[in-house]
């Protein structure tokens, strides 16, 4: 099992988790655009815009420093940091290649463990790896077929489009990028950061608003033998993960329901073996007040609830909070201040073979400011309660600084 590892020194990103919001007078067209990555290290796509060069290239470096103040496994400080390389090609303009899009994406990543310090489950930094290692992190291409459909086929983090939403983007936990009912699933994890998998994704833009998705892809992600290699293996019993998604508009915002199932067999904590894995999740998003005169500013908030197969995982429940404000200080417009909580609950079987606690729960407070086009410092605050649902873990505190830099050519 990998539980997701993507959010006291310095941290880098693409400049695309921005959170967005939704407010009581607004309407569905606030959500248009496709959903961003909500991992600072992974750029929604596309990278280019309409008009832009035909061929763009973003390179994006996010450096960490983390000080674990007090509870936890020890005190003490650690560094991450993630460097991304990003080009997108329209194959249309550059070669005639009507409705066809490239894109490969990069990342290094040093390896360090904020975790190792508060022992906690969900990850509190979402760049945070169980290696070093600089891989191939997404190579795919996408056709469009039609106006309101596309397939992409390639190697394909699955977080990029699913269970993805832009006002949680704001928070540096693992947990509010994909839902850690999710993430901790799978041999290797599902295919999100850091190491992606074979998939081929449809999506629909159906009237009105609502949008659909659905992917197949496989079920272990590169080489759980060697984790520094970007490897695409397929059989082995590795089976295959399927997901479909649906998002329904809002007249505020938008809601997302998603299913997930692994097609291979898996040891259950009775001591069984048992033949798929899945869970459910539904996600939401709305702005909840506009500041006069700027749509961009205000409050906007977010919520997620998951379910897993408590006989196959760790955390069977899942659930998610949280609020973020732009321009809450006067003269900063484009500054976000945002409060979330994720809490995950661990499943019965689960603690009749362990001493476990019943949840883990993770407190965030995080100011994001950008300083110039290019360069963004975001300063957070995490406590952890039941820091890995382990009850001989006193609750942690930590205290981080991220810093982002961020250039398009």
Known sequence: MREQR????????????????????????????????????????????????????????????????????????????????????????????????????????????????????????NIETDVRAARLYEAWLEQQLGATTSLRVGLYDLNAEFDALETSALFVGSAHGIGTDVSQSGEN??????????????????????????????????????????????????????????????????????????????????????RGNDGIYLRGETRLSREPGDAEQGLAGFFRLGLADGRINMFDRFASAGVSYTGLVPGRNEDQFGLALAAAFTSSAYRRQTASDRSEVALELTYRMPLTGWLTVQPSLHYIVNPGADPAIRDALTVGLRTELAVRF
């Open 189 to 274: 994890g599902p295919s999100i950061f850091p190491v992606t998998s074979l998939a081929a994704r449809l999506a629909w833009d159906a009237p009105g608003g609502w949008k659909a998705r659905a992917a197949v892809l496989d079920g272990v992600p590169g080489d759980p033998a060697h984790p520094r290699r970007t490897a695409i293996r397929l059989g082995n019993g590795d089976g295959a993960l399927l997901i479909g998604e649906i998002e329904a508009p809002m007249p505020a915002g938008k809601l997302l329901l998603g299913y997930w199932r692994y097609t291979s067999a898996f040891d259950t904590f009775d001591g069984g073996r048992r």
């Open 6 to 125: 993507a959010r006291n020194r310095l941290v880098c990103a693409p400049l695309t988790a921005l959170a967005f919001a939704c407010g009581s007078a607004a309407s569905a067209a606030d959500i248009e655009a496709d959903p961003p990555s909500p991992h600072p290290h992974a750029i929604a796509e596309p990278v280019g815009t309409p008009g832009d060069d035909p061929l763009q290239l973003e390179i994006a470096y996010t450096a960490d420093i983390w000080q674990a103040a007090s509870g936890g496994l020890r005190r003490s400080s650690v560094y991450l940091d993630n460097l991304d390389i990003l080009v997108e090609a329209d194959l249309d303009r550059l070669f005639g290649w009507e409705g066809a899009t490239a894109f490969v994406y990069g990342l290094y990543n040093n390896g360090r463990s904020l975790s190792a310090l508060t022992g906690d489950a969900q990850t509190a930094s």
